[in-house]
């Protein structure tokens, strides 16, 4: 039985708020989902940067027990959930042990690595209003690069007979937080093709019940369906484009 937990959930529908969300849902913790209008900036307004001072989702407040503690960061939120959480394991380790260490960096890894460069290629590529070609090569290669380190891991652990997993021979929050960017790999223009395990990977992830549920939340998980037309694309990339640009130009107002 899962614990009976009381958690705020700031989301959106985007892979840093996804991986969260999935998490959730895996450990089958009660929670309320409160859907962060990125569009609109919501993540600024005073009353959210109490919970994140970073402004951005994911963040959570868990309520359970009568206390509040905030937790913000993508990868801060994976580790608490499952400190706190997952008891017996099922998608972690024991604090401390070498497993548990090995997760660590490979969470570490994804939120410094994975995240930021996937995140630009998708700034230059898709939305940026001038296309530089020197900015989309440099994060879509630093992107590939990343994918090569992690099918490379994966194939390593598969030839120990580790199965298909990046730590431990399960299922665990490092595969999620690794898997929450790469399945938007096209939206960054990154083919996965050629990188053979991180396909099959990914496949079996997406086959969890728990996925299936967790990137449909806040909203319907559409970007790929629209990728299957070039006015879905299209339309898709004009919609996002609208809150990045938004955004950015606020940010640029308050630092000039
Ligand atoms: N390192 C952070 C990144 C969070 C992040 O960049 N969130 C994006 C959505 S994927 C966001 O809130 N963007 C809105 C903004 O930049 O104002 C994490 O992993 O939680």
Redesign the pocket.
């Known amino acids: 039985m899962p614990p009976k937990t009381d958690i705020d959930l700031y989301t ?1 529908g ?4 996804q ?2 969300n999935c998490l959730l849902e895996e450990l089958g913790l009660g929670y309320t989902v409160h859907k ?1 209008d ?1 569009a609109k ?1 919501v ?2 307004e005073e009353w959210f940067l109490k919970i ?1 001072p ?6 959570i407040v868990d309520k359970t027990g009568g206390k509040e503690r905030r937790v ?6 994976l580790l608490y959930l499952c400190q706190k959480y997952d008891t017996d394991h099922s998608l972690s380790f024991e604090y401390d042990s070498d497993d548990y260490w090995e997760m660590v960096n490979w969470i570490i890894w994804m ?1 410094s690595g994975i ?2 460069m996937q ?1 630009q290629a998708n700034h230059f590529y898709r939305y940026a209003p001038t296309k530089i070609d020197y900015a989309i090569q440099r994060y879509q290669t630093e992107t590939k690069r990343l994918y090569e380190v992690l099918n490379d891991r994966l194939k390593e652990q598969e030839g120990k007979g580790e199965g298909l997993w990046l730590v431990g021979g399960k299922y665990t929050i490092a595969d999620l937080a690794c898997f929450s960017w790469v399945n938007w790999a096209e939206w960054a223009g990154v083919e996965t093709k050629p990188f053979t395990e991180v396909v099959k990977w990914m496949d079996t992830i997406n086959e969890r019940p728990a996925t299936k549920k967790g990137v449909n939340i806040p909203d319907k998980f559409e970007m790929k369906e629209a990728m299957k037309t070039k006015e879905g694309e299209e339309e898709y990339a004009k919609h996002h484009s609208n ?2 640009m938004k ?2 130009e606020a ?1 640029q107002e308050k630092h000039k």
């Open positions: 959106a985007t892979p840093n708020g991986k969260v962060i990125i900036n993540q600024k994140n970073n402004g951005r989702i994911p963040a913000f960061e993508g990868g801060s939120i939120q995240g930021p995140g809150w990045v955004g950015q940010d």
